[in-house]
């Protein structure tokens, strides 16, 4: 059964995602890895760009999954607002699109379709927040960093016919091998161009001749054209299980079950929706019971194979054997005189007649080609039988394997159940508390924020913080004319543990507060300021030795129940349980997983809200 979609899949989504050019960003919604971007217009109404990370990416009905706009949803809204969608596109021949919107500025979202999956919104290069965060050797997604591609393969639709031809001979793997690999065409599309170019695709590369390596790259022009021109969705079905989803019809799934759609997003979303309700069927039942229901299902299909593998050699060894009498049939065949006994009936539209053998076996017998020419076609259906048996039995193995990796899932389930996030606020796109007196705090968690911090949110009757370390965050008390000494004390100290200096586990820190018009983007004349940075005029009032610890607890806000951390003596005020962390050895994800079963919120939740490097629970 398929898991995730093909480059060749989607080739055919950005094909139609042209029809949304033009169209406005409306509305941005996330639930868990999905994430669903409503774009609206005159001429189409509205229009849903469906992703579940790494697997699945289409249009589809702006009213299906509708829910909680999440963090990554509400970044979206806010830089994306009526933005206008103006180009969609595949990156090379990548499992990567490039959705491109413009307003005042210009954004690229990046959707990145394997591995775990991504998406990626950049502005002029560098990434502005992203679905996740993640790190390899030759690139890293991350805040403020440049976005870099994934290294690509070479890229199948611009290769001509002569660089294909090199790239074929220089491989020393086999032709399905080396076109699934070398070429990047994944193991489905590989098969279907060797059943098309009928070659064995076992073949040494080495020995095929410049004709069929021609005749491969003809095949696979032509299944481009198709996706570019000609889209005909199928959705393939074996044993009333719905199996694959494909832009246009494949020879790998003759003579099983298909039906079409208008187009491949709908197709799409008929599949996806038909496999998540057998993976809710799953988590009802047992799910090594549903794999042990396709195995026998597949075992099934293999002894069909072998009875038919031995009726078209049976079949072919009869022809070839009697070169005489079946002479005579086709003679008779095709003056129109049919006396013989073994035609049984005449198609003479497709030139065929039903032929019954002497054990009362019948067979389609083509009287427009020769008898050796007939006995050749049933030698070739029972290779494709063994063939198929083949695959089959790949199939089993990677269902046995299913079996393993869903026994893993559901002791993971088990151990770790589905935990529903916090409500979100605007403010859980920053570092946040709420301090001993109700005041709400909010600091930058990099350059970019702590700008936006100063200049959207810094009021007249707020206050500001600042630690005196490099890398500290600039933190902004919402109403703190009216703070005591304890709220500023506490902000400070929040600034202190947000810093680098955690991550140096230094014992303590300075910080000073100061009131709004003393903070300047504005430097002396010949100085520079970098990003993130602001400019302090006039007095500043310290905290000095600053405790360099935090605190978890659980509150309550505006009716609804969030996770904070923050000062020790802040979170004591709103939370009856309070754990206590201090600069440790253990890494973050490692404390943020044993907290998140603790106050039962997501681990993503939990690791955004605690401070930048290791970690110890104190208490």
Not at 302 to 326: L, W
Request: proline content about 4%.
């Amino acid at each position: 059964m398929k898991k995730a979609m093909s480059s060749f899949d989607l080739m055919a989504v950005v094909q139609e995602l042209q029809s949304l050019i033009g169209g406005r960003f409306d509305k941005a919604y996330q639930t868990g890895d999905e994430l669903s971007i409503r774009v609206s217009s005159k001429d189409f109404g509205k229009k849903a760009i469906f992703t579940k990370a790494g697997k699945w990416f289409f249009i589809r009905d702006h009213r299906k999954g509708e829910g909680h706009p999440g963090t990554f949803a509400m970044v979206l809204r806010k830089h994306l607002s009526n933005a206008r969608l103006v180009s969609a596109k595949q990156h090379d021949f990548d499992r990567v699109v490039v959705i491109g919107f413009e307003k005042k500025e210009n954004f690229e979202l990046v959707y990145e379709l394997f591995g775990k999956g991504n998406v990626v919104l950049i502005q002029d290069g560098m990434i502005v927040n992203h679905f996740r965060r993640e790190s390899w050797s030759s690139r890293e997604i991350k805040i403020g960093e440049e976005y870099k591609f994934p290294p690509s393969h070479h890229d199948p639709k611009s290769l001509s016919s002569e660089e294909f031809e090199s790239i074929i001979k220089e491989s020393e793997k086999d032709l399905v091998r080396t076109l699934a690999l070398d070429l990047g065409l994944g193991g489905q599309y590989s098969e279907e161009l060797c059943l098309r170019s009928g070659i064995e695709k076992k073949s040494p590369t080495s020995e095929l001749s410049n004709d069929q390596i021609g005749q491969i790259y003809q095949e696979l022009q032509g299944i481009f054209k198709s996706i570019q021109t000609e889209l005909s969705p199928t959705l393939v079905t074996q044993e009333e299980e719905t199996i694959d989803v494909t832009p246009v019809p494949l020879k790998v799934h003759e003579g099983l079950d298909v039906s079409s759609s208008d187009t491949f997003s709908e197709a799409l979303g008929s599949f996806v929706s038909s496999i998540t309700k057998d993976v809710e069927e799953v988590e009802e039942d047992d799910e090594t019971a549903r794999y042990e229901r396709r195995i026998r299902q597949q075992e099934k299909a293999i002894g069909e194979s072998i009875e038919k593998e031995t009726q078209f050699r049976e079949v072919a060894d009869y022809i070839h054997a009697n070169p005489g009498p079946f002479e005579l049939v086709l003679k008779e065949l095709r003056s129109g005189k049919t006396k013989d006994p073994l035609i049984e009936s005449i198609d003479h539209k497709n030139h065929t007649a039903s032929i019954v053998l002497p054990n009362g076996k019948k067979f389609a017998l083509q009287y427009n080609k020769s008898v050796y020419d007939n006995a050749n076609i049933f030698y070739e259906k029972a290779k494709k039988e063994k063939a198929k048996r083949g695959r089959l039995k790949d199939v089993i193995a990677e269902t046995q394997e299913e079996i393993e990796k869903a026994a893993k899932q559901r002791a993971k389930r088990e151990k770790y159940p589905r935990i529903e996030p916090t409500k979100q606020y605007w403010f859980d796109a920053y570092r946040w508390f709420i301090s001993s007196e109700g005041n709400l705090v909010i600091a930058g968690r990099d350059a970019r924020s702590n700008d936006r911090i100063v200049k959207k949110h810094l009021k007249d009757g707020d206050r500001y913080s600042h630690a005196e370390v490099r890398g500290a965050p600039s933190v902004v008390i919402k109403d703190g004319s009216s703070a005591s000494e304890v709220t500023l004390k506490e902000a400070c100290q929040f600034a202190v543990t947000f810093s680098k200096a955690w991550s140096s586990k230094l014992a303590g820190g300075i910080a000073y507060w100061v009131k709004p018009e003393q903070v300047s983007k504005h430097p002396e004349s010949g100085e520079f300021l970098p990003k993130g940075a602001f400019v302090i005029r006039g007095k500043r009032n310290h905290f000095r030795d600053l405790e360099m610890e935090v605190a978890v607890g659980e509150i309550v806000y505006q009716d609804a129940r969030k996770v904070m951390c923050g000062p020790r003596s802040a979170v004591e005020a709103h939370s009856e349980k309070v754990t206590v962390l201090r600069p440790g050895d253990k890494k973050k994800e490692v404390i943020a997983r044993e907290l998140s079963q603790m106050f039962q919120v997501p681990i993503d939740e939990m690791v955004r809200i605690l401070p930048p490097g290791d970690i110890e629970i104190q208490k």
